[in-house]
């Protein structure tokens, strides 16, 4: 009696009970459930902020529907790239690092991430770890992605025998023609050399630079350079003036320095020859400066420049025609007020632009310091090519 009494009391207590954790259960499961029904929502929402522009918004509701659905792998990369996009590194990082921790995460998604994770870091600047990161991706499905990568991390770090290396790389996959990035590449090489007063391996490198790009025009540039510092005026000329058989616009860029090599040599009627003659089939205000360098007579010099002037009607030729008047010639009192104005006009024409991102600089780079672009400026000024665009 005493055993029926007691299962009599303990029956009802544990229907009880069992009764209160079904209705828990089916709380949390209807919660759960809830949630998932916002998540799709908040979604939307944030996708409708981004295109309106409104970041903060967009990141906010990206972090709602994560609550909601925290296994939502693309939730992940949408507010990692937006995080990473507002320059806010170390939480994209944490983003993706999340992601990397899951061990159920696919291997697409495990590969996505740690690309997303690599970018990361290049963005905030920690390039060691942004390379460790792209090094992983070598044998991924990015493979040539993390390749280009590592290769602009190469460059920033001015490491360029990595950089030769993953662009020959690069190469090799089809991913595009480098020869002229890893002619400049050696170029790069060949300058850390010479600084280091390593003449034979600099020589060495320039010699690969051609190899590399026949018809490079800095590797003869910098050759003809180091010969007239060794006082080899007449193979730093020939070096120069084999310019004109490789890139004949580009002699331009050396007509001071043949000029000067020619006066130096003893050399002047054959070197003005010479210049003529390439003034006259690439014409360029650079030719013409050497022409009228190294013409000892007044009134040929303001017969070049006024010819000049005719067939190529900038204000450059017209500041050279100021500048060289015709000798006993009646020169206007305002001559001095021209020239003055057009010294104005072309202070910001006599400038060259980067054919890539259009970045401007007073002096020619082969390596464009906006775009980060090789070889990207054409060998003639603003003002030069506006009259060829004409």
């Given at each position: 009696m005493e055993f029926d009494l007691w299962l009599l009391l303990v029956l009802p207590l544990m229907f009880a009970l069992g009764w209160l954790a079904s209705r828990v259960d089916l709380r949390q499961i209807g919660k759960e459930r809830a949630l998932r029904r916002d998540a799709p929502q908040a979604y939307y929402r944030g996708l409708n902020h981004l295109l309106n522009e409104q970041q903060d918004k967009a990141i906010d509701a990206f972090i709602e529907a994560m609550t909601a659905d925290p296994d939502t792998v693309d939730l992940h990369f949408a507010l990692g790239n937006l995080f990473r996009r507002r320059g806010e590194y170390e939480r994209a990082v944490r983003v993706h690092q999340n992601l990397l921790s899951r061990a159920d995460l696919p291997r697409e998604s495990r590969e996505r991430a740690q690309l997303a994770l690599a970018q990361d870091f290049f963005k905030a600047g920690l390039l060691d770890r942004a390379e460790s990161a792209y090094e992983d991706l070598r044998r991924s499905a990015y493979a040539s992605q993390a390749l280009t990568a590592l290769l602009q991390i190469s460059e920033r770090t001015q490491d360029w025998n990595r950089a030769i290396a993953r662009a020959s790389?690069?190469?090799?996959?089809?991913?595009?023609?480098?020869?002229?990035?890893?002619?400049?590449?050696?170029?790069?090489?060949?300058?850390?050399?010479?600084?280091?007063?390593?003449?034979?391996?600099?020589?060495?490198?320039?010699?690969?630079?051609?190899?590399?790009?026949?018809?490079?025009?800095?590797?003869?540039?910098?050759?003809?350079?180091?010969?007239?510092?060794?006082?080899?005026?007449?193979?730093?000329?020939?070096?120069?003036?084999?310019?004109?058989?490789?890139?004949p616009e580009f002699v331009a860029l050396a007509a001071a320095q043949i000029a000067q090599l020619r006066q130096q040599l003893g050399q002047v009627d054959e070197g003005l020859a010479w210049l003529r003659q390439r003034l006259q089939q690439t014409p360029a205000i650079d030719l013409l400066d050497a022409v009228l360098l190294l013409d000892p007579d007044p009134a040929s010099q303001a017969r070049y420049a006024?010819?000049?002037?005719?067939?190529?009607?900038?204000?450059?030729?017209?500041?050279?025609?100021?500048?060289?008047?015709?000798p006993g010639a009646a020169v206007p009192e305002a001559a001095a007020a021209m020239q003055g104005a057009v010294d104005n006009a072309l202070r910001s024409r006599q400038r060259y632009r980067c054919a890539a991102c259009g970045f401007e600089a007073r002096h020619y780079f082969w390596h464009c310091p906006g775009c980060q672009g090789w070889e990207t400026y054409p060998p003639r000024r603003l003002e030069e090519l506006s009259l060829l665009g004409s």
């Open positions: 790389e690069l190469e090799q996959r089809a991913a595009g023609a480098y020869q002229r990035q890893i002619a400049q590449y050696w170029c790069e090489l060949a300058l850390q050399h010479h600084a280091a007063g390593r003449a034979q391996q600099a020589e060495q490198a320039l010699d690969s630079a051609l190899q590399a790009a026949p018809q490079g025009v800095r590797p003869r540039m910098l050759r003809a350079q180091w010969a007239q510092q060794r006082g080899e005026l007449a193979l730093a000329l020939k070096t120069l003036e084999s310019i004109d058989l490789v890139q006024q010819d000049y002037l005719q067939s190529h009607r900038s204000l450059l030729a017209l500041k050279r025609v100021l500048e060289h008047p015709t």
